[in-house]
């Protein structure tokens, strides 16, 4: 979704809303030849238009929220003009070492070695930023890492930390979760639409792992899976959502996103832009939901219900924010 700030809550402010869009491009291991996920539609969207100079290049202040191996950055960056700064987030070390050497290259581009929750304390000025993308997930050099464990077939222990240097691994979480709060995890960010199939899953993991003495490497730990689900569902590997739900709580993803979007959206310029890129159904909801929230009531709406009424539908209004949003494109 492409989103952008329309200026303090008033009752005259229409909107024209879509569904968030989703859309997933594989990472090569060479990060030279690499192909970011909707590259040129995500750096179009991005560059606010009141900044575009005579020559085609943008001025202002730019954050790429998940660096990665800098394909969008290197985008971004031979777009902007000589003025134009660039700054991204991530906390992956090889990604961050990757980013030095772009620093290096580039005097336009700075990293910052942070959750891209961290945005607000970052820039703690409000209205200084005229884009903020960021695109969800994991690359595939960190999947194809077996060190990192994040791979469903890896034979090494289940880590799925984006920063290895930093917070507890997936391994040593299972060795001390109950089977209710395994289940609630599962439940949340994976397996979402059957209650009874996390708490079977849940089960079995824990099950497997009293008798084993741990959870040694991935492969195992799918396998389990497998054997509590009991078949393959629709192509896909029966532990994929499993996988998914250990690395997004692990990391603290959602709560990192519920960061990012409240901090970022009080920081843009108006007619700024925030480009998203989700490719799972939790993460376009989090997006979703965050502007519905933060939706401004039109005129024609304003004319026709009461302030109470009003409230009711609009619950930005009862906040005192300094912002509304609008989705401009999907």
């Not at 859309?23 to 969207?45: I, N």
Request: charged share 30%; glycine share 8%.
């Amino acid at each position: 979704p492409l989103l952008q700030p329309a200026g303090p809550p008033m009752q005259s402010r229409a909107r024209s809303l879509g569904p968030p869009s989703r859309g997933l491009a594989p990472y090569a291991e060479d990060r030279q030849a690499h192909v970011p996920c909707l590259q040129k539609e995500t750096v179009d969207g991005l560059l606010n238009p009141g900044r575009r100079q005579a020559d085609g290049t943008y001025d202002g202040v730019y954050i790429d929220c998940t660096f990665g191996r800098g394909g969008h950055c290197r985008e971004i960056l031979s777009r902007l003009s000589p003025r134009g700064r660039l700054y991204a987030f991530d906390v992956d070390p090889e990604a961050v070492q990757v980013a030095k050497e772009l620093e290096a290259e580039d005097a336009r581009f700075q990293i910052i070695h942070r959750p891209f929750g961290d945005l607000g304390e970052a820039f703690p000025d409000s209205d200084k930023i005229d884009g903020i993308m960021v695109d969800l997930g994991v690359s595939s050099p960190q999947l194809d890492d077996f060190h990192r464990g994040f791979n469903i077939g890896d034979r090494g222990p289940p880590d799925m930390r984006m920063n290895q240097n930093a917070g507890m691994t997936v391994s040593e979480w299972l060795a001390n979760v109950r089977p209710e709060e395994l289940a609630w995890v599962i439940h949340s960010y994976g397996e979402d639409d059957d209650a009874l199939l996390s708490e079977r899953i849940a089960e079995m993991i824990l099950a497997r792992q009293r008798e084993e003495g741990g959870i040694h490497s991935c492969k195992r730990l799918a396998d389990i899976i497998r054997s509590a689900k009991g078949s393959y569902d629709d192509n896909m590997h029966p532990a994929k959502l499993t996988f998914q739900a250990l690395r997004v709580f692990i990391n603290q993803e959602m709560q990192q996103m519920d960061k990012l979007l409240e901090a970022g959206m009080d920081r843009l310029v108006m007619g700024g832009r925030f480009a998203i890129i989700t490719f799972k159904k939790k993460e376009a909801n989090v997006v979703r939901q965050f502007v519905r929230k933060h939706e401004d009531p039109d005129r024609y709406l304003c004319s026709l219900l009461s302030k109470e009424r009003l409230c009711e539908l609009y619950p930005l209004l009862l906040t005192g924010k300094p912002f509304s949003v609008e989705q401009i494109d999907s």
